[in-house]
């Protein structure tokens, strides 16, 4: 039976497992296991780099993450506390996947190619990456939140990681900073998919939102029936205290170094 993907945090400004570095900034190690019938696969995707090289690599070397086991390296959006690892990663993996948005630097976008094995450029229309991964296309900003555009990673395990049939599923919208509002993050991932996404994961973008936007945030989670949240990087330490006393044992905290199963959600 396939095994529920994990995620690990390898970067934020969030402590978790003591002793390593807690920066600004966000970084993820997704992990799908595409073990089924005897045959092994699965793919290793990190999400966002950080805003510091060294910093990611040397979480990296403590978690036991070797940079070059990475097949597929996914970019947010092109803020300095999401690709600061940038250059490291590549250094020590040119031959992974790299996949960005229309909004990165034009300039950026030539050099990477002869960085990388492939580069996957998504312009706003929602695109297949892997089995069971999608990004959302690219989105614009929430003009409350004003950044750039960004891309969430979408996850449907309900196939399981190789594709087949599965009884038990479970689906995910990651975020970096969810510059566009998570809550229309996950609308496009459950539009895209055809149900309801399970998991909210990431930095929310509400460490500047009042008490009355925090919860009306948390209104438009539960509205969309969203089960378990993991609220890290930039959604604030108000707003984790809010969705902490909202959604109890499902608010699942961050911070470095913390790995998560993404199983389906019981009944």
């Known amino acids: ?16 497992v003591p002793g390593l570095t807690t920066l ?3 970084a993820a190690l997704i992990e799908i296991d595409g073990e089924t019938d005897g045959e092994t696969g699965g793919h290793r995707i990190l999400f966002d780099t950080g805003s510091n090289g060294r910093a ?21 959006h092109p803020h300095w506390d999401h ?6 990663v590549l250094e020590l993996n040119p031959h992974l996947t790299l996949v960005l948005h229309e909004g990165f630097s034009k300039h950026l976008i030539a050099d990477l190619r002869r960085q990388c094995a492939e580069l996957i450029v998504v312009g706003p229309e929602p695109r297949a990456l892997l089995p069971g991964v999608l990004s959302t296309g ?5 003009p409350m939140r004003a950044g750039p555009p960004e891309h969430g990673l979408i996850l449907n395990a309900s196939d399981g990681a190789t594709g087949s049939a599965g009884a038990a599923g479970v689906t995910a919208a990651i975020s970096g900073c969810a510059h566009p509002g ?11 998919l055809g149900k ?17 936007e925090i919860q009306r945030a948390i209104r438009a989670f539960q509205a969309l029936d969203i089960v378990c949240v993991v609220p890290t990087h930039c959604t604030g330490d108000t707003a984790r205290a809010a969705f902490r006393q909202a959604y109890g044992e499902r608010c699942i905290e961050g911070g470095v170094g913390r790995q998560i ?3 389906p959600p019981h009944p």
């Open 138 to 142: 690219m989105m614009d900003a929430d």
């Open 24 to 26: 600004w900034g966000f």
């Open 1 to 16: 039976m396939t095994r529920p993907p994990r995620l690990t945090i390898l970067f934020d400004n969030y402590p978790g």
């Open 182 to 192: 998570m809550e229309r993050i996950v609308e496009r991932g459950a539009a895209m």
């Open 196 to 212: 309801r996404i399970d998991w909210a994961i990431g930095g929310f973008h509400l460490m500047y939102a009042d008490a009355v």
């Open 261 to 263: 199963l993404i199983r």
């Open 56 to 76: 990611l690599l040397k979480n990296m070397a403590a978690l036991g993450v070797d940079p070059a086991s990475v097949d597929c390296l996914f970019l947010s």
């Open 83 to 88: 690709m600061g690892g940038l250059d490291s």
